[in-house]
């Protein structure tokens, strides 16, 4: 028996749906790990199909396809260190979400996955059948227990391998980002190490999937839940990782800890990769935006910039009588900062003309929000003339707060195919521009270094220019006080009651809540957007249209 063991991880970014593209990245890096005479090849959760592929999931077309992909591979890999790939698996009537493990022209294992999450974005008890509790594996003379991702997050499946005879763990893993993910990812995974003594492999996918990003960050843990590698967030990395086993069991004596970045730093990265993976995987390959000077169009022009090029990144302003001239300047100057192409549409001619449509119809009437709507729905509907006409997807802009309380226009300035901003509260906006202004990393960012986002446009009072003098003060509370009573009523699900123990005034707080309800049904037909919270809007947090409850305080 061998008293060394080598693993080569793949924390790759697997394309929902291209079953045979997933399938040669597992074929190329078998070849890498056969090269680097590996014992075993690991790549994470579902990685054959891509994850998730929720109802996709449900084809029996697609899971028959993908499991005779796996299948045909697993007789082309007649030599060479084992593969483990994840795939469903279809036993009867009951399918599974399962993690093959391919060696000398076979499967020689299939483990299923046991706790299948039910709750934020997951609703696996709709795909999968739960597995009953498993043994180890044996590759290469070592008994590997592969907890699949949530079995790693509870007691039971670890305690099973660990009293069934696991020398260490490997857990493949299909693991969306959100704030302050890899904090709870460790606490869990430290906790398994402590309970059975093993020392354990992470290992996580990479790349965006619609609202999803996946952010890799895998790890190693010693037996003792030291730490011993921590690959790069985001990037997609094969890592050699050498275990020995000595004294105390089997330890890693592979050292590898890539530098993790702070919060801003990696919802950064996150909505980044979010547009490219998103533009990569739909087969885009530029964007355009309505540039309006203010902070919400010049960040996500930033982060468009970042993702995709300056040079693939379009910025139109289309500005109106009551557009400042101040607007004017500051849009060009982030657009020209950042290197975009930069286009002036004015809509004064036609809002004169759908006035005169209108006029005959709205004769008596007061000028009110209808008239302001018109001006961001012309804007809608130029952008995406343009969309249509050179084939670029619109980003559209509005930050979490706005998208909170109805503070866009439908089929107005949410028009767009993909939102950066949707889960980013205004005040992290502002952050956010100042964190960009004074950092850049050219190894992922394409975008142009230093202040590509003008101070004054952090600094002017936000508005929707959309009549004269117009503030967003003027429909709003101060967005420090608007994003704290957001924070208690969506992501701690609180009531108007916290609020005012929070100290905010009870009728202020009681009219954010009125808001929040009535803006769902312009969020159910809002674009998706980078999810960087735990209560992002769409799959996080899902409430009826038509509700009349609200707080009775």
Not at 38 to 66: H, W
Not at 189 to 202: A, D, H, K, Q, W
């Amino acid at each position: 028996m061998s008293n060394r063991f080598r693993l080569l991880l793949g924390q790759l970014d697997p394309v929902v749906g291209d079953i045979p593209g997933n399938i040669n990245q597992a074929r190329a890096l078998h070849a890498k790990g056969a090269a680097a005479d590996a014992d075993f090849v690991a790549l994470p959760e579902m990685f054959a199909t891509g994850y998730q592929t929720v109802d996709l999931g449900r084809k029996s077309a697609f899971v028959a396809e993908a499991m005779a992909a796996v299948e045909a591979l697993a007789v082309e890999l007649a030599t060479g260190p084992a593969l483990g790939i994840g795939a469903p698996y279809l036993e009867g009537a009951d399918l599974y979400n399962a993690y093959y493990i391919l060696k000398d022209g076979a499967v020689s294992a299939i483990v299923k996955k046991q706790i299948l999450p039910n709750d934020s974005v997951f609703d696996e008890h709709r795909l999968f059948t739960p597995a009953p509790p498993q043994g180890p594996v044996n590759i290469a003379g070592l008994r590997v227990g592969i907890p699949i991702c949530e079995d790693s997050w509870h007691e039971g499946p670890t305690e099973t391998l660990e009293e069934s005879g696991a020398e260490i763990l490997v857990i493949p893993n299909g693991s969306p980002y959100h704030r302050a993910k890899h904090e709870r990812r460790m606490n869990h995974m430290v906790s398994r190490v402590v309970e059975s003594g093993l020392p354990l492999v992470y290992l996580n996918m990479v790349g965006g999937q619609d609202d999803q990003v996946f952010d890799g960050t895998s790890f190693v843990l010693q037996s003792d839940a030291s730490l011993a590698v921590l690959l790069p967030s985001f990037d997609t990395v094969e890592q050699i990782v050498d275990f020995e086993r000595g004294p105390a069991g089997w330890q890693c004596v592979t050292e590898a800890r890539a530098p993790l970045g702070d919060d801003y730093a990696l919802d950064y990265r996150a909505m980044v990769e979010s547009i490219r993976s998103y533009w990569r995987k739909t087969g885009f390959k530029k964007a355009l935006l309505g540039m309006s000077g203010g902070v919400d169009s010049a960040l996500t022009a930033t982060i468009a910039a970042d993702a995709l090029g300056p040079e693939n990144v379009r910025c139109v302003m289309l500005p109106s009588e009551y557009t400042s001239q101040h607007s004017l300047e500051d849009a060009e100057a982030c657009a020209t900062a950042l290197g975009c192409h930069y286009d002036y549409v004015p809509i004064s001619g036609p809002r004169a003309a759908v006035t005169d449509a209108l006029a005959p119809l709205f004769a008596g009437t007061t000028p009110d929000v209808t008239e302001e709507n018109i001006q961001s729905r012309l804007r809608g509907l130029l952008l995406m003339a343009l969309s249509n006409k050179f084939g670029e997807m619109l980003l559209t802009t509005g930050n979490k707060s706005e998208v909170a309380v109805g503070y866009a226009t439908i089929y107005g300035d949410m028009s767009g195919g993909y939102n950066p901003l949707k889960d980013l509260y205004k005040t992290r906006v502002f952050e956010t521009c100042r964190w960009r202004n004074a950092n850049h990393d050219p190894a992922w960012m394409k975008g142009n270094a230093g202040e590509v986002i003008p101070t004054r446009i952090i600094d002017k009072p936000p508005s929707a220019e959309l009549r004269e003098d117009q503030k967003d003060e003027d429909s709003l509370p101060p967005y420090e006080d608007l994003d704290a009573m957001l924070e208690i009523l969506i992501e701690q699900e609180g009531s108007v009651a916290d609020c005012v123990a929070a100290g905010f005034d009870h009728d202020t707080a009681k009219r954010v809540e009125h808001l929040l309800y009535i803006s769902e049904y312009k969020r159910f037909q809002s674009a998706p957007g980078t999810r960087l919270s735990t209560r992002a809007f769409w799959l996080d947090r899902r409430y009826p249209i038509a509700n009349r409850w609200r707080s009775a305080k």
